[in-house]
């Protein structure tokens, strides 16, 4: 216990330090994920709209894959990022965004829209049906239609935020592979803890997951605020 209390002071210390390298992993860690979580949310709400709402062939089948890449590995999406922006594989590998913050965004972007196109998808699923069935009957447009019901499924959408945030903020392989945690360049919270762990730094490692948590601890406060506003 004793140890976990050193590591949660010297989180405090190094906050309070000021050190512009901490900061700016910290800086690129929330840049790199709120990046991808407002992509993810532009792509994946209209996504997880169009199939709760919409009838088409092979429905299932969509749904059967939405629910299978929400649990893809993070690795994976990193091997295929990787793939794709390589110099020697990639398509725009003469581009060189391999190792820099766009190929880490891009990562975090496609493991976060399956997950907000699954979660709006399953939160629209559970609106009640008489809700469109109204609306049909007012003579509301699709475009209404679909408005109305994800008025009424906010809430549980705005807690999709908090899900894809704590699954990206957390995430180290994919960000390790197409990054190589270059120092500020490419370093996040994640990576350096990985690093520290490996070069036997294990106190320090902790304190950085110490003040991951806060963060996160901070931010999920704040969308819950948000959406706790949203009720009144």
């Known amino acids: 216990m004793e140890y976990f209390s050193q590591a949660f002071g010297e989180a405090v210390r190094l906050l309070l330090s000021m050190d512009p390298e901490l900061y700016s992993i910290i800086g690129l860690s929330l840049g790199v994920t709120f990046s991808a979580l407002i992509l993810a949310a532009v792509a994946g709400i209209p996504l997880g709209v169009f199939i709760a709402l919409r009838r088409f062939p092979a429905k299932s089948v969509v749904v059967n894959i939405i629910n299978t890449l929400m649990s893809i590995p993070p690795v994976v999406v ?20 391999l190792f820099t913050p766009f190929a880490m965004v891009l990562a975090q ?48 959408i705005y807690t999709s935020f908090i899900v894809v945030f704590g699954r990206l903020i957390a995430e180290v392989g994919a960000v390790m592979m197409v990054g190589g945690n270059i120092r500020y360049n490419t370093r996040v919270m994640t990576t350096a803890i990985a690093m520290n762990k490996g070069m036997g730094e294990f106190q320090l490692a902790l304190a950085l997951g110490v003040i991951l948590l806060m963060i996160s601890f901070l931010i999920n406060g704040i969308i819950e605020i948000i959406r706790n506003y949203g009720r009144v």
């Open 78 to 97: 990193g091997l295929i990022v990787y793939i794709l922006l390589s110099n020697q594989t990639g398509l725009v590998g003469e581009r060189r965004l």
């Open 109 to 156: 972007f496609m493991l976060a829209v399956p997950l907000m196109a699954g979660l709006t998808y399953n939160a629209l699923k559970n609106v009640d049906p008489l809700i469109a069935k109204s609306a049909r009957s007012l003579g509301a447009k699709p475009s209404q239609v679909a408005a109305a019901m994800v008025k009424e499924a906010r809430f549980s």
